[in-house]
């Protein structure tokens, strides 16, 4: 999505980290253009997943409104100069989840460190624009792949985490979140409850991205 002028001086770094609720504080809530951005890109994810309400209308992971009343993070990828635009976005979040495993154990995971929307727009995809984005957010959020859950993954993200990332083992769940078998292996046994039954551009988070929260 292409950027204003005066947006692009704001989006001065490749990558921009959005924390929910400085879309309520200056300078992010002076500026409209900045939820426009966060609501198209949020929209063209959600058609890119086919992900449509009960009246055939796309139904977005990714809206500021809701974004502005959490506490998840968005991430936005900015290339290019004249024009400047919006390319990527990784929305996480935090879930308490109950999780089956293969075994049949299930395992209570509170605030679960989660992906909950990923998208690069078509023009740019399979040129590494995804793998410099994801990347950078697991050195942003000190994690590896195998450790988050996926909200609802397309088939188009669980190819990519089994390429790059070689996961690819999980077991299917009511909630479609998808955490991969590789997670479990590596935990030790939970407690029993009540519940229990059977890209070569450097793109840095951390140093090289503008934070706003």
Do not use: W
């Not at 479609?176 to 793109?203: G, H, M, T």
């Amino acid at each position: 999505m292409e950027l204003s002028a005066s947006l692009a001086r704001l989006f001065r770094e490749d990558l921009i980290v959005i924390e929910g609720p400085a879309l309520k504080r200056p300078p992010l809530c002076q500026l409209a253009e900045v939820t426009a951005v966060i609501d198209e890109m949020g929209r063209r994810s959600a058609a890119a997943q086919g992900l449509k309400g009960p009246n055939g209308q796309v139904v977005p992971v990714t809206a500021s409104y809701k974004l502005s009343t959490s506490s998840e993070r968005l991430y936005l990828l900015a290339l290019g100069q004249s024009p400047r635009q919006v390319v990527g976005i990784i929305k996480m979040g935090r879930k308490n989840l109950f999780h089956y495993d293969a075994r049949g154990t299930i395992h209570q995971l509170q605030s679960h460190l989660s992906v909950l929307d990923f998208y690069v727009h078509e023009a740019y995809q399979r040129q590494g624009v995804g793998l410099a984005l994801f990347h950078a957010m697991l050195e942003h959020e000190e994690t590896t792949p195998e450790i988050l859950a996926y909200d609802r993954p397309s088939p188009k993200l669980i190819g990519f985490l089994r390429k790059h990332y070689h996961l690819s083992d999980f077991v299917p769940q009511q909630n479609n979140f998808v955490i991969f078998n590789r997670f479990f292996e590596k935990r030790a046994a939970p407690k029993q409850s009540a519940y229990d039954s059977i890209s070569s551009r450097p793109l840095t988070a951390r140093t090289n991205g503008r934070r706003f929260q």
